[in-house]
């Protein structure tokens, strides 16, 4: 994701603000399918692989919660069946099923979001406004795959020395276990100790300290700011209009495709596609350059021998 990565941080921490609000806050079945799919090809895109492996934490989440509700909540008039006397509804199926597609939009939003967002754009964004809580973050979002990083090696290290977690009787287990986790730990604050030790030695923090920064706001990353602020504020109008409403409950209030609803789904899948556009057309310029490259080889002079 090239073109991603060459935006201003402010630029994506704008987008995905807003495209992760609206997920969070719609539950219309349109715009929920939107995000969805949307959110699944830009992770694609970014890490097909590591996607589709952490599909395997993601989906029974989602499947989970798509269950939970009709067993707790009895509304709706359409009655399927009963279970202890309880009736289950279609509405609240139906329900349920928007609530896991809204909780996976979300997941893969900030999945992506992790993937782009990284540790110095979020420093650049947040260090002059909170310099600790800048810091915070950053070290967080690094956490859990370091974290891994390291169990990687300690287990490995463990199963060299004959001390096998997976090996042995279940007291074994417990103990190996607990030794990879005890040295886990004390890894996690020593390096906790020496980031911080050497973050304050670079004087990070201090009033007046100078420092240096890759990213420069272009024009591009105006005319993007300016669009997302655009697709935002329709969906606010929208929202005000109650044009972008669906309800479960008692029953469906059914989809409607009048012009206003037409705009709405409209506008809301071109924000969602807007990474993936922004790839394309960089794509299409990079082939556009190369074939111009080629085609000048060929109506060049041969060289003089």
Same mark, same amino acid.
């Given at each position: 994701?090239?073109?991603?990565?060459?935006?201003?941080?402010?630029?994506?921490?704008?987008?995905?603000?807003?495209?992760?609000?609206?997920?969070?806050?719609?539950?219309?079945?349109?715009?929920?399918?939107?995000?969805?799919?949307?959110?699944?090809?830009?992770?694609?895109?970014?890490?097909?692989?590591?996607?589709?492996?952490?599909?395997?934490?993601?989906?029974?989440?989602?499947?989970?919660?798509?269950?939970?509700?009709?067993?707790?909540?009895?509304?709706?008039?359409?009655?399927?069946?009963?279970?202890?006397?309880?009736?289950?509804?279609?509405?609240?199926?139906?329900?349920?099923?928007?609530?896991?597609?809204?909780?996976?939009?979300?997941?893969?939003?900030?999945?992506?979001?992790?993937?782009?967002?990284?540790?110095?754009?979020?420093?650049? =964004?947040?260090?002059?406004? @909170?310099? $600790? &809580?800048?810091? #915070?973050?950053?070290?967080?979002?690094? *956490?859990?795959?370091?974290? +891994?990083?390291?169990?990687?090696?300690?287990?490995?290290?463990?199963?060299?020395?004959?001390?096998?977690?997976?090996?042995?009787?279940?007291?074994?287990?417990?103990?190996?276990?607990?030794?990879?986790?005890?040295?886990?730990?004390?890894?996690?604050?020593?390096?906790?100790?020496?980031?911080?030790?050497?973050?304050?030695?670079?004087?990070?923090?201090?009033?007046?300290?100078?420092?240096?920064?890759?990213?420069?706001?272009?024009?591009?990353?105006?005319?993007?700011?300016?669009?997302?602020?655009?697709?935002?504020?329709?969906?606010?109008?929208?929202?005000?209009?109650?044009?972008?409403?669906?309800?479960?409950?008692?029953?469906?209030?059914?989809?409607?495709?009048?012009?206003?609803? =037409?705009?709405?789904?409209? @506008?809301? $899948? &071109?924000?969602? #596609?807007?990474?993936?556009?922004?790839? *394309?057309?960089?794509?299409? +310029?990079?082939?556009?350059?190369?074939?111009?490259?080629?085609?000048?080889?060929?109506?060049?002079?041969?060289?003089?021998?």
């Amino acid at each position: 994701m090239y073109s991603l990565n060459t935006l201003h941080p402010i630029v994506l921490f704008s987008y995905f603000a807003v495209i992760t609000g609206l997920t969070m806050f719609y539950m219309h079945p349109v715009l929920l399918i939107i995000s969805l799919i949307c959110a699944i090809l830009l992770n694609v895109a970014i890490d097909a692989r590591a996607f589709t492996a952490s599909l395997k934490w993601f989906v029974p989440f989602a499947l989970i919660a798509a269950l939970i509700n009709p067993l707790i909540s009895h509304d709706g008039e359409i009655v399927l069946f009963y279970v202890n006397y309880q009736p289950i509804t279609l509405e609240a199926i139906i329900y349920g099923l928007a609530m896991s597609c809204m909780l996976l939009a979300v997941l893969f939003w900030f999945n992506a979001f992790s993937k782009l967002m990284t540790t110095d754009k979020f420093i650049y =964004l947040f260090g002059k406004i @909170s310099p $600790a &809580v800048a810091l #915070l973050i950053s070290v967080t979002m690094r *956490l859990i795959p370091r974290f +891994k990083q390291q169990l990687h090696l300690i287990m490995n290290a463990q199963k060299a020395i004959g001390m096998d977690p997976s090996v042995g009787n279940m007291w074994q287990r417990i103990k190996s276990a607990m030794r990879v986790l005890s040295i886990l730990v004390s890894w996690a604050l020593e390096n906790g100790i020496e980031s911080a030790d050497s973050m304050k030695a670079c004087g990070y923090g201090l009033s007046g300290r100078s420092t240096f920064s890759i990213f420069i706001f272009t024009k591009r990353d105006g005319s993007l700011l300016a669009l997302i602020a655009s697709f935002f504020a329709i969906q606010l109008f929208a929202s005000w209009h109650d044009w972008n409403d669906f309800y479960f409950y008692p029953t469906f209030s059914g989809l409607s495709w009048q012009w206003p609803q =037409l705009i709405v789904y409209s @506008s809301y $899948a &071109v924000l969602a #596609l807007l990474p993936l556009l922004l790839e *394309l057309q960089e794509v299409r +310029k990079w082939r556009s350059l190369t074939s111009k490259i080629s085609i000048s080889r060929i109506h060049s002079p041969n060289d003089l021998h």
